[in-house]
């Protein structure tokens, strides 16, 4: 069983802007682990100019790009986002996972499974948390897969 993660915060849209609702800031109620989802969008997306007081929350996948698509880059962008998430104090090393998967020349899936406690309010039915997105290296952009990708289902 994992840690708690809920939390009501404002809600960001899928390019990091502030939503808004009624006139207002959205807020994350209907989604209490949206939170956790934007802090990981927001690392894995950034690199260490964008945090100038805490460099070390960027995953700097920018590193990796002209790397040909191979499992040796995978894997280290495996690592490099696992220890931003941890050091970020954003999951916990004992509740995440990270998988990274070339999906085509210039695509890496990124797959983080998060071990999370169900709670009554963010209406986990299993624990598990999957938060899926598509590292696209041509366009330097990492995209949010809002439906779970079949590979999940063969792993």
């Known amino acids: 069983m994992g840690s708690v993660y809920d939390e009501i915060d404002i ?3 899928w390019n990091g802007d502030f939503s808004q609702r009624d006139g207002d800031l959205a807020a994350t109620t209907d989604d209490v682990l949206a939170p956790l989802e934007e802090q990981c969008h927001s690392i894995i997306k950034s690199v260490s100019e964008d945090w100038e007081f805490t460099p070390e929350r960027a995953a700097n996948l920018d590193d990796y790009i002209g790397e ?10 495996r690592d490099r986002i696992r220890i931003s998430l941890i050091s970020s104090d954003v999951v ?16 890496l899936l990124i797959i983080l499974t998060i071990a999370a406690a169900s709670t009554a309010i963010n209406k986990l039915l299993d624990n598990v948390l999957t938060i899926s997105f598509v590292y696209d290296s041509t366009e330097k952009q990492v995209f949010v897969l809002r439906k779970k990708p079949d590979i999940l289902l063969s792993i």
Request: proline share 10%.
């Open 11 to 13: 809600h960001f849209s």
């Open 68 to 77: 040909p698509n191979t499992a040796r880059v995978a894997n280290e962008l």
């Open 92 to 107: 916990l090393d004992s509740d995440l996972q990270v998988q990274v998967t070339p999906v085509g020349p210039h695509n």
